[in-house]
């Protein structure tokens, strides 16, 4: 079965601009996570969605935001970009709530912002 | 706040040797403990996983030890081989929510 599909791979923005990144997870999954990875940090958590309700956020600004359709399919925004939000951008999904039941990854979007 | 800590940024074995990698928590309500690989432009695929409950498990080459009094988990590969070459990832999760991943540890495996 496909896997989890993240669109765009690449994108670059200029400062101030607003992007949005995309995310289709595996076919039966219904939660969806969002991570931003950059050099050093690893991977941090930015907020999960399931049944198209946020669930759990991270500890990031209110510009970064998202949301989830009812096909589970969700898209994550962030606003009045600065440098330091470039990074890759991973999203996960799985079959329900919570990493018991196991989290599978995309290839990521790779944001850069000049 | 950084929860999950893996202090070795890189570690370079000889193929055939053992690896270990090592993570720290801090979040005493951590409960469930996973392992992540991942290669360049590919998203970290999951490797082996540990309950609080547990101590010990093993899958093939790969064994997770806990130590919850030292707030401790290590990952063993035995023997390495030039293929596990990639970043590893610690993470932890309270209670079945979200992921807590530390900031990886790039491991180099020579021939």
């Known amino acids: 079965k496909a896997g989890v599909t993240q669109t765009p791979r690449y994108l670059i923005k200029t400062r101030g601009q607003q992007v949005t990144l995309s995310c289709s997870p595996i076919s039966g999954h219904r939660s969806v996570s969002w991570y931003q990875q950059t050099p050093g940090q690893g991977l941090q958590f930015l907020f999960e969605?399931?049944?198209?309700?946020?669930?759990n956020k991270g500890n990031f600004p209110g510009r970064f935001s998202g949301r989830q359709f009812s096909n589970s399919r969700s898209e994550m925004n962030v606003s009045t970009l600065e440098l330091g939000d470039s990074a890759l951008y991973l999203c996960?999904?799985?079959?329900?709530?919570?990493?018991?039941?196991?989290?599978?990854f995309g290839s990521g979007t790779r944001l850069t912002v000049v | 706040d950084q929860q999950v800590k893996q202090n070795s940024p890189s570690l370079s074995v000889q193929e055939g040797r053992i690896s270990i990698l090592n993570c720290d928590y801090t979040n005493s309500m951590f409960d469930y403990f996973l392992w992540y690989k991942k290669y360049p432009a590919e998203g970290p695929t999951f490797l082996i996983s540990i309950s609080s409950i547990k101590d010990k498990n093993e899958d093939g080459r790969f064994t997770v030890f806990l130590n919850k009094s030292a707030k401790h988990l290590s990952l063993h590969i035995v023997p390495s081989q030039p293929g596990d070459s990639a970043v590893y990832f610690c993470?932890?999760?309270?209670?079945?929510?979200?992921?807590?991943f530390g900031a990886g540890t790039r491991l180099t495996v020579k021939p």
């Open positions: 996960a999904s799985s079959p329900r709530q919570g990493v018991a039941y196991g989290y599978t």
């Open positions: 969605y399931f049944s198209e309700t946020q669930r």
């Open positions: 993470a932890a999760s309270a209670r079945n929510n979200d992921m807590r």
